[in-house]
T-cell receptor, first 117, second 112 residues
Framework: AQKVTQAQTEISVVEKEDVTLDCVYE???????LFWYKQPPSGELVFLIR??????QNEISGRYSWNFQKSTSSFNFTITASQVVDSAVYFC??????????????FGTGTRLTVIP | DVKVTQSSRYLVKRTGEKVFLECVQD?????MFWYRQDPGLGLRLIYF???????EKGDIPEGYSVSREKKERFSLILESASTNQTSMYLC???????????FGPGTRLTVL
């Protein structure tokens, strides 16, 4: 069975601090994908990144970076020099392969990040 | 840009009413999904569809049904709404394969 754990329910940081959001997953599949989504106060989930199980290279996009480590089944997300606009709920998700071609996502329970000005 | 729209942002219904939540996507995606989001539980999959007229149960299908008569439209139906179905409902779509899902703005449903 697939499972995604985001142990941090809520995090508060002061603006310009760096913050890391943890994500640990469980799967028996050798091929899988991991995702991060952002849900701002407006409510709409925004896709941030997709990473496949065969690519363990870290990724950086502006102030955002992701660290994927298969050895520890983790896919952590770091925001550098946080800003107030980063305040949101962040979800990590794992994709399960299905014969029909649809990819179901298993979501963690989310981490609410508050950036204090 | 992919656009997923949902018929209502807020909806208030009474126990026992039949409720329709509509979702439309404009990017010709094969797959469409309905989730509900509750505090502390994250997003849970209710139903998904990988083609027109095709549907599959997700993790929590009880009390719900779906309809997909056209590729762009996926409807969630609460046959007889109950108070425990008060929640945020999110629709999503994706292309076939391990592609990201694109989400609509959500419908916050309150059942009194």
């Amino acid at each position: 069975a697939q499972k995604v754990t985001q142990a941090q329910t809520e995090i508060s940081v002061v603006e310009k601090e760096d913050v890391t959001l943890d994500c640990v997953y469980e799967t028996r599949d050798t091929t899988y994908y991991l995702f991060w989504y952002k849900q701002p106060p407006s409510g709409e989930l925004v896709f941030l990144i997709r990473r496949n199980s065969f690519d363990e290279q870290n990724e950086i996009s502006g102030r955002y970076s992701w660290n994927f480590q298969k050895s520890t089944s983790s896919f952590n997300f770091t925001i550098t020099a946080s800003q107030v606009v980063d305040s949101a709920v962040y979800f990590c998700a794992l994709s399960e392969p299905i014969q029909t071609g649809a990819n179901n996502l298993f979501f963690g329970t989310g981490t609410r990040l508050t950036v204090i000005p | 840009d992919v656009k997923v729209t949902q018929s209502s942002r807020y909806l208030v219904k009474r126990t026992g009413e039949k409720v329709f939540l509509e979702c439309v996507q404009d990017m010709d995606h094969e797959n469409m999904f309905w989730y509900r989001q509750d505090p502390g539980l994250g997003l849970r999959l209710i139903y998904f569809s990988y083609d027109v007229k095709m549907k599959e149960k997700g993790d929590i299908p009880e009390g719900y049904s779906v309809s997909r008569e056209k590729k762009e439209r996926f409807s969630l139906i609460l046959e007889s709404a109950s108070t425990n179905q008060t929640s945020m409902y999110l629709c999503a779509s994706s292309k076939t394969g391990y592609n990201e899902q694109f989400f609509g703005p959500g419908t916050r449903l309150t059942v009194l």
